[in-house]
């Protein structure tokens, strides 16, 4: 059984000088408090959020009905969990208090059955479980879990995982398989993850029950039937949409390709691989794995995004994935975070983590702006913001990212990511630790029967070096690996200043086995040059185009660089790449100048016969794909290019 900080606390990890020590300054000066005023209702120009006066209305403090969409609970129960990551990271005595504040009320909201849910408590909590395919409210109720069990791990304070004990007890009297229970399970699945967290933070196993209860319910009855506990009264609702959208339409068991609202998918997926880490079972196991060729085969996006289509949020069918018109969800990126992660707890491959590195630099952070305080729902690989802005097909996307959103799930979602951040670097058993991902950090990690101090220094994703220095009392026979990224053909390693080769590569691996003592170092260079990519030509939108990467960064080209009409543009495969470090919007940034010709037509009639049409040559300035649209609104973008 593999460990991760998470089952020890998250504080164990001390984030050192890097990229991810910037973001996690910007997370507790800016994105934590913006958002505080935002869930407030302070921020100018933007839509309303109404999600912290919803409980101050469910509270009794405040006359009124609540306002936003039916999950604004979600919202508030984000942004706890980010602040408690912010807090572990920096801790803030005045937003500790906001928290408590905000605790006392989600507390006084909560019912005596021990029920907290605002829009239902307005609509009367008979009406619980009313509607549980579009209610959200078990989903509501995961997102408070998994914020009551970081800000305990965050402070030690008990107050908020006591309310939701609570109603995770009212949740298992009133779902089961028993007799005079209801069967059902949620819409949107969280509840499932959040109670696999209770069950380990709780150490109680009834949680982890409910939990495979809800995973194994699922696909057997549609959930909208068996809604309501008023007495005899079972009336189905209109159809939203069918079974598969809420990943519903068959039993887990049987599942082979990961359908249905992206979102929903991965949170279902997450659980499904906390159930298969728990039970070992053989063919749990089978059919994730199948999920996962067929994502990481066949749907998913270069930059980690999935979700092809607005209609259902959803995905489509393989080889679908269209650059300028793809739902391509922030949310959806941090869920397969959060499912390749669980992934990797069961078998130690690369392949996981480098998803999750896919993910969290490129999908995900263009999420977030580099200010901090605007955010993409949609994250497009294409934008030429005329066409994006007209056409209905494409309504779902902007060309700039908002300061907030009607529907908010994604801004509260990617702060908590970055300050979760800490946790994806380590796992490990007593005698075995494998560092996935290269982030400046110091670890206290338990190996062999002592705590074992790990620094790790690294300027990644900028460049490839890294070092590690270990500190304990005497000596540890102990087994490093250092996953070897997808995109790295060449390392070095050095143990203790000296090229080393008694390595060996174990699934991706690059695993050394040997009794360290104190002070002991280990380098590892990863070459990190820039490096084109193709595509399966089955993707229709790709065939005969390039993308570009270095390191774990998937590059884009801006209008503000390189003009209008970037489709104009034929980048020289084998010229001169020149990489440049430097600031946009300072932030730092290493940004790529390439050889490349502009090759412009402009016909009166629109069309003529071919002719050979002139070239003229350009220097071409990509930068990476996550930093788009930080210094000028509106521009055209592309990450998939034409080569010569
Ligand atoms: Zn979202």
Request: charged share 25%.
């Amino acid at each position: 059984m593999y460990h991760t900080m998470d089952d020890l606390n998250p504080k164990e990890v001390t984030l050192l000088e890097g990229f991810w020590k910037e973001r996690n300054h910007l997370l507790a000066d800016v994105i934590i408090p913006y958002q505080w005023d935002t869930l407030n209702n302070r921020t100018e120009g933007v839509p309303l959020s109404h999600a912290v006066e919803n409980f101050r209305i469910a509270a009794k403090e405040l006359e009124g009905i609540p306002g936003g969409t039916i999950f604004q609970d979600s919202d508030v129960a984000k942004w706890i969990e980010a602040a408690s990551y912010s807090l572990m990271f920096q801790p803030n005595s005045e937003l500790e208090a906001s928290i408590d504040e905000l605790v006392r009320l989600i507390e006084k909201s909560q019912h005596s059955n021990g029920y907290v849910n605002t829009f239902f408590t307005a609509k009367g909590i008979e009406q619980r479980w009313s509607d549980l395919e579009m209610g959200h409210e078990l989903y509501c109720a995961g997102h408070l879990i998994e914020a009551s069990i970081t800000y305990y791990q965050a402070t030690g304070k008990r107050r908020l995982m006591d309310v939701m004990i609570r109603y995770a007890n009212l949740i298992a009297e009133e779902f089961g398989p028993e007799k005079g229970k209801l069967h059902a399970y949620d819409g949107h699945p969280e509840i499932e993850i959040a109670l696999y967290r209770l069950a380990a933070a709780s150490d109680d196993e009834r949680y982890m029950n409910l939990a495979d209860y809800f995973m194994n319910i699922r696909g057997s009855v549609r959930t909208m039937y068996a809604t309501t506990n008023a007495e005899g009264a079972r009336k189905p609702k209109s159809r939203w949409f069918e079974a598969d959208y809420f990943v519903a339409d068959k039993p887990i068991r049987s599942m082979t390709e990961v359908t249905g609202h992206a979102v929903r998918a991965m949170y279902l997926y997450a659980g499904m691989t906390d159930q298969c880490r728990h039970t070992g079972e053989p063919e749990l196991w089978e059919t994730l794995t199948e999920l996962w060729n067929n994502l990481a085969q066949k749907r998913v996006y270069i930059t980690g995004a999935i979700g092809s289509q607005s209609h259902g949020e959803r995905f489509t069918v393989d080889y679908d994935l269209p650059p300028d018109r793809g739902y391509t969800e922030t949310c959806a990126s941090i869920g397969l975070v959060f499912w390749a992660w669980r992934m990797s707890l069961i078998d130690m491959d690369s392949r996981y983590a480098d998803m999750i590195e896919r993910a969290m630099y490129n999908g995900a952070l263009s999420g977030i702006s580099l200010d901090g305080k605007t955010y993409f729902y949609v994250n497009p690989l294409e934008i030429i913001p005329s066409i994006t802005t007209f056409r209905h097909d494409m309504e779902h996307v902007l060309p700039h990212r908002a300061g907030w959103f009607d529907c908010a799930c994604c801004p509260t979602n990617i702060a908590r990511l970055i300050g979760s951040i800490g946790k994806y670097i380590y796992s490990f058993t007593d005698t075995h630790v494998y560092i996935h991902q290269y982030i400046s950090s110091e670890a206290e990690v338990p190996l062999g029967n002592q705590k074992v101090s790990i620094l790790q220094e690294t300027k990644y994703p900028w460049n490839g070096e890294m070092h590690l220095t270990m500190h304990m009392q005497g000596s540890v026979q102990v087994s490093l690996s250092l996953r070897k990224p997808h995109w790295c053909d060449d390392f070095k390693l050095l143990v203790n200043g000296t090229e080393w080769d008694g390595w060996h590569m174990e699934k991706g691996y690059i695993t050394i086995d040997r009794v360290w003592a104190s002070s002991d170092t280990v380098a590892l260079e990863l070459e990190m040059p820039a490096k084109f990519f193709q595509a399966d030509s089955r993707i229709l939108d790709y065939c005969g185009k390039t993308a570009l990467m270095r390191g774990p960064l998937v590059y884009c080209l801006e209008e503000i660089d390189n003009g209008a009409q970037l489709q104009e543009l034929l980048i020289d495969q084998h010229g001169d790449i020149k990489v440049e470090e430097g600031v946009i919007q300072s932030s730092p940034t290493t940004t790529l100048l390439l050889d490349g010709y502009r090759e412009t037509l402009r016909v009166e009639e629109l069309y003529e016969p071919v002719r050979q049409n002139k070239r003229t040559k350009v220097r071409i300035k990509a930068i990476p794909y996550f930093q788009w649209g930080n210094r000028a609104k509106d521009q055209e973008m592309r990450v998939w290019f034409r080569t010569v």
